[in-house]
């Protein structure tokens, strides 16, 4: 949020001077007025307007000094009445030095700004009128040099010390035009032009006082404007770190100016000042490119990061035409889906494994029968016997498959988890797979760096690792390598890949892949990657698609011993 005024929260206050100060509107503004009257400023207080001013009169108090300086060494060409010029040289350059003196605290700002107004005010004052009367008294103009001073002198929050000078100056003017009646027999005609100037003097020193006045309130309110955005940006900031969803704000050029914390978790990298939005994820980069040009965005859900994420991007727009950017939601579907996925099958749970228990003892009959049956058909030398025993005992067994896996997810608490070491577990797994599945050698390629060690249940961990490979040999192009087996350690975590070369998942069927029940192959019961994840999860692990270019992978990601 931008705070409603003319400048920015830190920056310096400039904004025009107004006549009549504004009304105030609030209690703070009215604070603000009450101390207007009667309390001296802190340095602190002061607009920066107000001490730049100073600033200027200071240097135009040096370029004073110095062109006097110069006008008192033509004084034939310059005064009308000019007899003493060694002590006109001198206060010109004592006033140069004081000039000079007063920058080092004005630039500091060390001292209050009304006494060292006071200080310039007074030096002014004595100075001029010295030199007015060294010219040739209110005829040589000198004397109209006041009028800056005393505009100076209204910037001070008093009316009270506003008057005072104004008033001193009035005095030493017209004190001035009484030494130069008494000592140089001057014209009544002189206290005519001091009374005018007296009067000038007032005018801009009041004129100013007002102006100064309307500034300093509205300094005021602007720096309570600017405090109260501030606070709101703060507030705005907590609210959007605290969200729930991964959020980020784009603006028209496609460049990330603010986000919040899950954003950076979800999307797996590290923001930088105006990094693009292509920076995050190139999927979502294109996203942005068909929101930006009013197309539809695709309805499945994007994947990023080594764990296979899966998101879906919402774009809020801040304006119509878009070209003011837009809020980026990101949801985890993942998390999403997964949790709806539990609710699902919550209620199911104990009913599926009440059943299976029932349906193991009548399965078990059936399958005694058929064996018995299959005897008989042998004696009797019947092929039609023979065939449909085989039917039996085929699907029977494949109940018996179908039971197994609904009856390993009721035990997926029973476990005992243990430090594997990742090297020596999968050249025996491999060893083992050769020998019951009857495949190449040199059908699977393993990769470890190194020798790894995770924390998992063996059994659980050698269902996990027998269903995704059943899957990959299923689909794979049985040619050497077709099934590359990788383990790669990192500080926290081992992520181990089963990828094979056959065809990739379509986008549109990867949110259904760990659903129980759903599968693509006839034979095949669908819960195999379910209860997979369910393992993996069970052990504080995660098991995830990711997307390839040269076939399918999925990605077990582990903790690294020890347990």
Not at 268 to 291: N, Q
Request: with cysteine.
């Amino acid at each position: 949020m931008a705070p409603d005024t003319a400048t920015g929260a830190g920056r310096p206050l400039t904004m025009p001077f107004s006549a009549t100060p504004p009304a105030p509107s609030s209690p703070d503004e009215a604070g603000a007025w009450s101390r207007l009257r009667g309390a001296s400023l802190k340095a602190s207080e002061v607009p920066d307007a107000f001490w730049r001013s100073l600033g200027h009169l200071n240097s135009f108090r040096v370029f004073l000094a110095i062109t006097l300086g110069i006008a008192g060494m033509l004084a034939d060409q310059t005064f009308h009445r000019f007899e003493y010029p060694r002590l006109f040289q001198a206060t010109c350059a004592v006033y140069l030095l004081v000039a000079l003196l007063f920058r080092s605290p004005l630039m500091a700002r060390r001292e209050r700004f009304e006494r060292q107004v006071g200080r310039q005010a007074l030096v002014d004052i004595v100075c001029i009128t010295l030199l007015m009367q060294l010219s040739g008294g209110n005829s040589s103009g000198v004397g109209l040099l006041l009028i800056v001073t005393l505009a100076a002198a209204g910037m001070l929050s008093e009316t009270r010390m506003v008057l005072f000078w104004s008033a001193t100056a009035t005095l030493a003017v017209l004190g001035e035009q009484i030494v130069q009646v008494v000592a140089f027999d001057g014209s009544a005609g002189g206290f005519a032009r001091a009374g005018f100037l007296s009067l000038g003097l007032f005018a801009s020193a009041l004129l100013s006082h007002a102006l100064a006045k309307g500034t300093l309130s509205a300094s005021r309110v602007a720096a309570e404007k600017s405090r109260q955005a501030e606070s709101m940006e703060r507030i705005n900031e907590r609210v959007i770190q605290e969200l729930p969803y991964a959020v980020m704000v784009v603006n028209g050029n496609g460049e990330v100016v603010q986000h919040n914390a899950r954003a950076a978790e979800l999307l797996g990298v590290h923001f930088f000042t105006h990094c693009g939005i292509g920076h995050c994820s190139p999927r979502l980069a294109e996203m942005w490119l068909r929101w930006c040009a009013g197309e539809t965005l695709p309805p499945h859900p994007f994947q990023v990061g080594r764990e296979g994420r899966r998101l879906r991007a919402r774009f809020i727009e801040l304006e119509s035409t878009h070209r003011e950017g837009a809020v980026v939601v990101l949801e985890d579907m993942t998390e999403l889906e997964a949790q709806a996925q539990r609710m699902k099958l919550a209620s199911l749970g104990l009913l599926t494994a009440n059943l299976a228990h029932e349906i193991r003892n009548p399965l078990s009959a059936i399958r005694h029968a058929a064996g018995l049956l299959r005897e008989d058909a042998e004696e009797a030398d019947s092929a039609t016997a023979t065939k449909l025993t085989g039917i039996i005992d085929s699907n029977a067994e494949r109940l018996n498959w179908l039971v197994e896996d609904v009856l390993s997810l009721s035990r997926r608490d029973r476990m005992t988890r243990e430090a594997l070491p990742l090297a020596h577990y999968l050249n025996a797994f491999i060893e083992q797979i050769a020998q019951r599945e009857g495949i190449a050698p040199d059908l699977v390629v393993v990769q470890v760096a190194g020798d790894p060690a995770v924390c998992f249940d063996v059994a659980h961990l050698e269902q996990i690792f027998w269903n995704l490979f059943r899957n990959a040999q299923r689909y794979c192009l049985k040619r050497p390598g077709s099934i590359r087996i990788r383990a790669v350690a990192g500080a926290a975590r081992v992520d181990v890949d089963v990828a094979n070369d056959g065809p990739s998942i379509p986008e549109t069927l990867q949110s259904r892949l760990f659903e129980p029940f759903y599968t693509t192959d006839k034979a095949g019961t669908g819960l195999g990657l379910y209860i997979a994840r369910e393992l993996a999860e069970a052990n504080g692990a995660s098991l995830h698609y990711v997307d390839i270019p040269d076939g399918a992978m999925f990605r077990l990601s582990c903790q690294v011993a020890p347990c």
